[in-house]
């Protein structure tokens, strides 16, 4: 049974949360939760002098931000924050530019907050902003010294990227996880998010989602022999108060304030999960994989990003689809194992086809880690071989954590979040979003339900057409 400290954990109690996760890990298996403090409260961008007082020495400190506009109390967040510290302190502000509308995290951004740290002789970074200014401060300054003290105002519930340690970076056309660094300090203040525009903060509500099939798909991974970090703490810590927050949707359409505090908790903890693991998987599934797909394409295709978190929420209705038709349809004894572990030479057109036409650098590093998992699958014939000749108990267990994907989208259309590529901003045309679908699994080196669906047989334009059908049934989908 799982320990209530860690279903009922609130991340502003650090201490505790600690104390829960040793008691719970006696083997130190488990990765230190690497911040100091977090604040979700009223009026808590009043507290950064006192906060960035007790990191600067030097008293010089970098402001970064984007060029999108913020409010608290009809007042810019931005130059609010500035004013506060420049009583204290000698403050450099740097605006990253949102190129066409979007700020990308990429090298070029990183660079320019590192040549900013040492140009100003900087001892202390403020980030002001959503998830893609945190994760070009995370990589920044770990790219600088992690000694470097990083604070993160987050100015709406957008994403989970704010309280773990990984940044993502696009690399090589390819959006990868990267281990980065934690920020010290997270800053919430609920005034802020409250004055957000709801888009974003259904976005956020949109990520976890994913709470409901990623730490199944990392089950699946253990299972099988592909992941050997899966870990229950990790999963404790979200799922009684995500329940709470999916049950209580409707509220969140009515900008409810003590929904939005819940979902500001479950967001964070979303993110803390990840730290404790050391990878995104409690967080990030195939629900994830279908996202970065069409991340990819946007560039090629000279649009915008769509928020990430309303992209996963669509594809956590895909997967759950998919895990509901695995476990009411999959019958063990009808797999010819043999047939389930394709050669290189099979897939590499595959991978090649899938990307070579957004760049051949993008298909080429899509290959190189396809291989690696193709090669840990074929290496764990033995681990699949088991999951078949046990898989009544393990779909006992996957039927204990899962939810319907009936319910999802009651409550994501009671909650006003998108529920079709459609409705995004700016919408995803229905053949992208067949190719993200089809071709996720071909991505990069992880195994999730995807792989496992694709290496039965079932995984192909007739099971993505299934799952397309079942979610317009649900008023979700394209």
Not at 248 to 271: F, I, N
Not at 323 to 352: G, H, R, S, Y
Request: charged letters at 25%; a negative charge.
């Amino acid at each position: 049974m799982a320990d209530k400290r860690l279903e009922y954990a609130d991340p502003r109690d650090l201490g505790s949360l600690r104390a829960a996760l040793k008691d719970a890990d006696p083997e130190g298996k488990l990765c230190p939760i690497l911040m100091d403090r977090i604040y979700i409260q009223r009026e808590a961008v009043e507290l950064l002098p006192g906060i960035v007082g007790d990191y600067t020495k030097t008293k010089k400190v970098l402001l970064v931000t984007d060029e999108t506009p913020y409010f608290r109390d009809s007042v810019s967040l931005k130059e609010m924050i500035y004013f506060l510290l420049s009583r204290s302190f000698q403050v450099s502000w740097l605006v990253l530019d949102n190129h066409d509308h979007v700020l990308h995290a990429v090298d070029e951004e990183s660079l320019k907050i590192q040549n900013a740290i040492r140009t100003h002789e900087v001892d202390c970074v403020v980030g002001v902003g959503g998830g893609t200014v945190t994760d070009l401060c995370k990589d920044a300054t770990h790219g600088v010294s992690d000694e470097i003290p990083l604070i993160i105002v987050q100015t709406a519930l957008s994403v989970n990227a704010f309280s773990d340690g990984i940044s993502i970076m696009l690399k090589n056309g390819v959006k990868s996880s990267l281990p980065t660094r934690y920020p010290n300090v997270l800053v919430i203040d609920l005034g802020v998010i409250e004055k957000a525009p709801m888009e974003r903060n259904l976005a956020g509500y949109g990520d976890v989602m994913a709470t409901w099939t990623a730490p199944v798909d990392w089950y699946l991974a253990y299972r099988v022999g592909m992941n050997d970090t899966y870990n229950d703490p990790s999963c404790d810590i979200l799922r009684v108060q995500n329940a709470k927050l999916l049950d209580e949707s409707a509220k969140l359409a009515r900008r409810d304030q003590d929904t939005l505090e819940l979902l500001a908790r479950v967001l964070t903890l979303s993110g803390l999960a990840m730290g404790i693991a050391g990878e995104s998987c409690p967080s990030s599934g195939t629900e994830h994989i279908i996202t970065h797909l069409l991340d990819m394409s946007a560039d090629k295709q000279g649009r915008d990003v769509a928020f990430h978190g309303a992209q996963v929420s669509i594809g956590t209705i895909f997967t759950a689809i998919a895990w509901d038709i695995l476990l009411k349809e999959f019958d063990p004894a009808k797999v010819d194992l043999d047939a389930c572990f394709p050669t290189p030479e099979q897939m590499q057109p595959q991978v090649q086809r899938a990307f070579g036409w957004i760049a051949q650098s993008t298909a080429d590093e899509c290959w190189r880690g396809y291989q690696k998992k193709l090669a840990s699958w074929t290496a764990n014939k033995d681990r699949f071989a088991d999951l078949l000749a046990h898989w009544d108990e393990f779909k006992a267990e996957i039927q204990k954590v899962i939810t319907t994907p009936e319910y999802l989208c009651q409550q994501m259309h009671a909650a006003g979040a998108p529920t079709h590529y459609s409705q995004m901003t700016p919408p995803i045309d229905a053949d992208t979003a067949r190719w993200a679908l089809r071709d996720c699994h071909l991505y990069r080196n992880r195994f999730t339900l995807s792989d496992l669906l694709f290496y039965l047989g079932w995984w192909n334009e007739e099971f993505i057409e299934r799952l397309i059908q079942r979610a317009a049934q649900l008023d979700a989908g394209l």
